[in-house]
């Protein structure tokens, strides 16, 4: 049965940085392309970065381009995804996923607050 789960999340002021972490357990971690995804209250989920399986292609939303940084560790199972400069709009529930052809698994969401 395929685990994620998200730590690192928390209370930030403006302009300051938060590193989230995804232990993934239950698969063959190499494999798989993974994504981070938020969800802001009243608002749609909305993914914002992806690392392909070897960790050689990266994509981001544009509103997190420059600012964070996803990154894979294929030895310890695990992705991250650096945040600097932070905003009060990045204020959400930070969510990893991985998805197979048939399949899709989130983990349980991380809260990260950015507030003065």
């Known amino acids: 049965q395929v685990r994620l789960v998200e730590s690192g999340g928390g209370l930030v002021q403006p302009g300051g940085s938060l590193r989230l972490s995804c232990a993934a357990s239950?698969?063959?971690?190499?494999?798989?392309?993974m994504n981070w995804y938020r969800q802001a209250p009243g608002k749609d989920r909305e993914l914002v970065a992806s690392?392909?399986?070897?960790?050689?292609?990266?994509n981001y939303a544009d509103s997190v381009k420059g600012r964070f940084t996803i990154s894979r560790d294929n030895a310890k199972n695990t992705v991250s995804l650096q945040m600097n400069s932070l905003k009060p709009e990045d204020t959400a529930v930070y969510y990893c996923?991985?998805?197979?052809?048939?399949?899709?698994?989130w983990g349980q969401g991380t809260q990260v607050t950015v507030s003065s």
């Open positions: 239950g698969l063959s971690f190499s494999r798989y392309g």
């Open positions: 690392i392909t399986s070897n960790g050689g292609s990266t």
């Open positions: 996923k991985v998805s197979g052809q048939w399949w899709s698994s």
